[in-house]
């Protein structure tokens, strides 16, 4: 089956940055969407955002609108996710999971794996 990691994650100031990257064991990235999830402790796992197949279509959740951008790179089957003007609510575990549709992207089941922590503190 298809196993993604998770890596990139850290500790970072208030309005810094990280890059996040999901990167596929499968032998092609290309007929799956790809969404990122986060949870904060305490807290219900929430989409982030997500990406299809050809990387046309794209969404956010409203809160990270404007600050984070997802991409992928299908040769090299990885998908990534640029955050930046970090804020403390982002801080979490973030994980990446595949979808066979886009608009799916947002339905909260998968494997999930060890994900990767996020932590915005000053």
């Known amino acids: ?36 999830f986060r949870q904060a402790p305490g807290k219900e796992r929430e989409g982030v955002s997500c990406i299809s197949s050809n990387g046309a279509s794209i969404t956010y959740a409203d809160s990270v609108k404007g600050r984070f951008t997802i991409s992928r790179d299908n040769a090299q089957k990885t998908a990534f996710l640029q955050m930046n003007s970090l ?19 947002f339905n909260d089941y998968g494997d999930w794996g060890q994900g990767t922590q996020v932590s ?3």
Not at 87 to 105: I, M, Q, T
Request: net charge negative.
């Open 1 to 36: 089956q298809l196993h993604l990691v998770e890596s990139g994650g850290g500790l970072v100031q208030p309005g810094g940055s990280l890059r996040l990257s999901c990167a596929s064991s499968g032998p092609i990235l290309d007929p799956y969407a790809i969404a990122w």
């Open 87 to 105: 804020k403390p609510e982002d801080s979490g575990v973030y994980y990446c999971v595949v979808r066979l549709a886009f608009n799916v992207c």
């Open 120 to 122: 915005v503190s000053s």
